[in-house]
């Protein structure tokens, strides 16, 4: 059945996927980030480790973390090996990538979970079919696509007692949380995963005496500690070094934050309209998938199904921002969290689940009972839809003018289409059930239209969204295919090349990692700033102290960035050739004349990590003007090459993406193994 399902997903994603057009709004944030970091593996094969158009420079270690993915790094490997320039080709397939590793980690909790193939095929398909990543990347499926995953994991340690499941679940939840994530999930995700592993626990009440019981287990656990000693070093030297304008001091939100941020907090009503409706909710249910959630309620008596219902009703409770979500606010680590609206993706995959088990139960009831859940579920929809005054005011309009106009045109792509479908789909359910004598008959009779009005109604969702994709793609390949890094002279406040000036136009522009990827230094960056250094927050607050000449001279805003100066800090009047330069690699040659030697000044961000050599011989950097560096060069022909090397830095970033790549050529080995057997 896999086989079936991948061409399915493919389908689903044509237009994103196989059609030219650019992301929009936080998609297109973390495909720059994939760009910037690919463009440095293009062309000089290393992971970039400092960002020299970001914030006056700044160490990339976090934007590491929180821009690349487990396949972001398979795919930059493949992209090198087979030389491929358009860095654009390569991100769609690694957000392809991630919906094949979220439909593997349903497929495998589903065969776990059911017996039955339509089963199987119904939960995968509600649970993927109505992703759209090409707005918001992390929030439409990097907060949730390892989920299943993890999930399976737990759930085959438990059942099965293997001790390297354990430990893959729990590198599952880590890089799930923290690789091409925004990290702050990490304390509201192993809540809900905590809660499914507790009820996990209560069913089987395993022993952990056995965790290490073998050698891929103590590799698997290795793992996991270098992964969290990485991250931890990672995450704390960055802290360290920046302030986060966008955030309180202390990175902790007040309760009151926590509990509006983003503007998107749910309540029942919204939930029940957007599930079934899904005119303004990324994470559709669909009316089948909803009314088997409905059935579950009331025919599942199955320990597991409480086990997934438990955390997903949980889940979907947190986004109403009420009670419940401000006594999870005083839970550890949560008051780092503020999108407390946008976990929807989460209860979706666990109510998915839960109607599973409705499904499952239904195909083992005779038709007369089929017939009795069927009506009485949809009977239970309607009623709480009129009691909540959601069907009342559409009623009225059409009512008064006549016309399902109000409800919109039923066209492919409209809600009201999907609903009439839906209801049409189950009058022939019924018509089945009193036409076909034999339980077989009507049992494959009912399947063929679930299995139908169930991809007609994916469909239909998800091609609504199709006029929001736009045909920047074909004009303007040049600016999204690798371009070689190039040393600006001077920083400036308007874009000097025709590529600069496409990529700071573009509507989807809105966060300071696009002058990473045009290259462009500028003088006051004017898109959203989420990390600043904090010498450079200090320079900016001793602006006043300085004439206007003068500090631009300082931020090198139509100034040279690379100057000398003499012992008394006057301007020395030489030529400084850049002989090459790389995101934390710079070399350049000059002459020296004065005999006490020069000082070469740099409007570069200082950090500890910077090491100078001058004619081969090391030399310490030293900060100057609060926020940038210089070092000291004797008298006469002077080369100097200045590189960004932190070794903790360094090896911390290697190790996590050594381990995302294994894992994510672990998971596509798995992929493969289910495709051909």
């Known amino acids: 059945m896999f086989w079936i399902l991948i061409p399915i997903l493919v389908f689903f994603n044509w237009q994103s996927i196989f059609t030219p057009y650019v992301s929009y709004w936080d998609t297109y944030q973390w495909f720059q980030w994939f760009y910037f970091f690919y463009n440095e593996v293009y062309f000089h094969s290393h992971i970039a480790q400092w960002l020299p158009n970001h914030a006056y420079g700044l160490p990339a270690e976090y934007s590491q973390l929180f821009g690349l993915g487990p396949s972001s790094y398979m795919m930059m490997v493949v992209g090198k090996l087979l030389g491929t320039k358009n860095a654009y080709s390569l991100f769609k397939i690694s957000a392809l990538l991630d919906q094949f590793f979220l439909l593997l980690g349903v497929y495998l909790l589903s065969k776990r979970l059911f017996k039955n193939k339509s089963t199987i095929f119904i939960v995968c398909t509600s649970a993927l079919c109505s992703i759209h990543w090409y707005d918001d990347y992390d929030f439409n ?141 990324t994470y559709y249910l669909g009316l089948l998938t909803f009314i088997f959630l409905i059935i579950s309620l009331f025919i599942s008596r199955s320990s597991l199904f409480l086990v997934f219902l438990a955390p997903g009703l949980c889940a979907l409770w947190f986004t109403f921002s009420g009670l419940f979500s401000a006594s999870c606010y005083y839970l550890p680590g949560l008051s780092l969290y503020r999108h407390i609206g946008y976990v929807d993706g989460i209860y979706k995959i666990f109510l998915v689940f839960c109607a599973g088990f409705g499904l499952e139960q239904f195909w083992n009831l005779d038709a007369k009972a089929r017939t009795k859940w069927l009506s009485l579920s949809i009977l239970l929809i309607i009623f709480v839809f009129d009691g909540l005054g959601l069907t009342q005011q559409p009623l009225l309009d059409t009512v008064n003018n006549h016309s399902l106009t109000n409800l919109g045109q039923p066209t492919f792509t409209t809600p009201i289409f999907r609903v009439l479908l839906g209801l049409g789909s189950f009058i022939l359910v019924l018509w089945g059930n009193f036409s076909f004598s034999s339980i077989t008959s009507k049992t494959r009779w009912t399947k063929l239209i679930f299995i139908v009005f169930l991809l007609l109604d994916m469909g239909s969702y998800t091609y609504s969204f199709a006029p929001h994709l736009n045909g920047f793609e074909e004009e303007n390949k040049d600016i999204l295919s690798v371009h070689s890094m190039t040393y600006q002279e001077h920083r400036s406040s308007t874009p000097e090349t025709d590529r600069e000036n496409k990529i700071l136009n573009y509507r989807a522009n809105h966060y300071e990692v696009t002058y990473d990827m045009a290259q462009f230094s500028v003088c006051d960056p004017n898109f959203r700033r989420d990390y600043i250094p904090k010498s450079v927050v200090k320079l900016s607050e001793s602006r006043q102290n300085y004439s206007f000449e003068q500090y631009n001279e300082i931020i090198a805003c139509n100034f040279p960035k690379l100057r000398l100066m003499s012992d008394s800090w006057k301007p020395i009047d030489t030529s400084i050739k850049v002989l090459s330069y790389t995101t934390d690699d710079i070399s350049i040659s000059t002459t020296v004349s004065n005999p006490q030697g020069a000082w070469l000044v740099y409007s570069d961000t200082y950090h500890p990590g910077w090491k100078a050599t001058v004619n081969g011989q090391p030399e310490p950097t030293h900060p100057i003007h609060i926020a940038f560096k210089c070092v000291h060069l004797p008298m006469g022909q002077i080369q100097v090459r200045l590189v960004f090397d932190d070794l903790a830095i360094r090896c911390c970033s290697y190790a996590i993406a050594f381990i995302a790549f294994l894992f994510a050529m672990f998971l596509s080995l798995l992929l493969l193994k289910e495709l051909f057997t």
């Open 141 to 281: 499926i990097h907060y949730y696509y390892l989920i299943p995953l993890t999930l399976f994991f737990l759930l085959e340690f438990f059942q099965e007692k293997k001790s390297s499941s354990f430990w893959l679940s729990l590198i599952t939840l880590v890089l799930s949380s923290t690789c091409g994530n925004t990290i702050y999930p990490l304390p509201m995700l192993s809540i809900f995963i905590g809660l499914f592993a507790f009820g996990l626990y209560w069913t089987y009440k395993p022993s952990f005496r056995f965790l290490l019981d073998s050698k891929s287990s103590w590799i698997l656990m290795i793992a996991l500690g270098v992964l969290l000693l990485s991250l931890f070093h990672q995450l704390s030297n960055f802290k360290e070094f920046v302030v986060t304008p966008m955030r309180p001091p202390g990175e902790s939100n007040s309760l009151s934050t926590f509990l509006t941020y983003g503007g998107r907090t749910g309540s029942l009503r919204d939930f029940l309209c957007n599930s079934i409706w899904g005119q303004s909710c």
